[in-house]
């Protein structure tokens, strides 16, 4: 394991918490996409189903369970415990758009036809485009709050990460994963424009707007 794997995986949990703190705190969670944490919250179910039948190690392990319960603790909280904050209205994206061909592909292309490869494969390609919903979300209302946008630049700066271990990786092992690579630059180039808005807009103390969609 490389600095980059583990930097990815502290950004990518440091993500989390932002998200869980922000919405514990303000008992709100107004600007924040509940499809989208179900997406990541399927994501993590379908991908680390090997916790039941392979042992790596205790890191992996406990980053595992951790980001599974984060992930089902932050969508009990939008759905249960502070529902009435939660906006529905423009939370609208329709998860089918994506679910459909990501579960196509998946069985289509895939390194193994067993049960555990395709929904590890199909947890690879959905993490690629789970963020949509939340990014779509921001488009319809045309900002998004100074939190949330900590939440979503730690959470693409976890991707940048992994991009940078798969290429450690690949130097160092000879080891290339054609599907988690491919997906992982597909995911970081949806937070291309955000990344922008991020460095010229939050860093300075502004607040994060972008063009209401006509």
């Given amino acids: 394991m490389n600095v980059f794997r583990i930097l990815g995986d502290i950004s990518h949990l440091l ?3 932002i998200l869980l703190l922000k919405i514990q705190k303000s008992k ?7 499809k989208s944490q179900i997406l990541f919250a399927l994501v993590f179910t379908t991908r680390y189903l090997d916790l039941f039948t392979t042992f790596i190690s205790v890191y992996n392990t406990v980053m595992k ?3 599974l319960i984060c992930a089902y603790i932050t969508v009990y909280m939008i759905y249960v415990k502070f529902r009435k904050t939660f906006d529905s209205e423009n939370d609208s994206f329709r998860l089918e758009f994506l679910l459909v061909p990501v579960a196509g592909l998946s069985f289509l292309e895939n390194y193994s036809f067993t049960p555990l490869e395709i929904l590890w494969t199909f947890s690879i390609y959905l993490e690629s485009v789970a963020i949509l919903p939340q990014l779509f979300m921001i488009s319809k209302t045309g900002e998004a709050e100074t939190i949330t946008t900590h939440y979503l630049f730690f959470l ?5 990460l992994y991009i940078a271990n798969w290429v450690w990786r690949y130097y160092t092992e000879n080891f290339y994963d054609q599907i988690a690579v491919v997906s992982g630059v597909v995911q970081t180039i949806f937070y291309c424009d955000f990344f922008y808005l991020y460095v010229t807009k939050v860093l300075k103390g502004k607040k994060l707007s972008l063009p209401m969609p006509v």
Wanted: glycine share 16%.
């Fill in 156 to 160: 693409g700066l976890y991707r940048a």
């Fill in 15 to 17: 993500a989390i918490i």
């Fill in 65 to 67: 369970v951790i980001f």
């Fill in 28 to 34: 709100s969670c107004a600007g924040i996409s509940g």
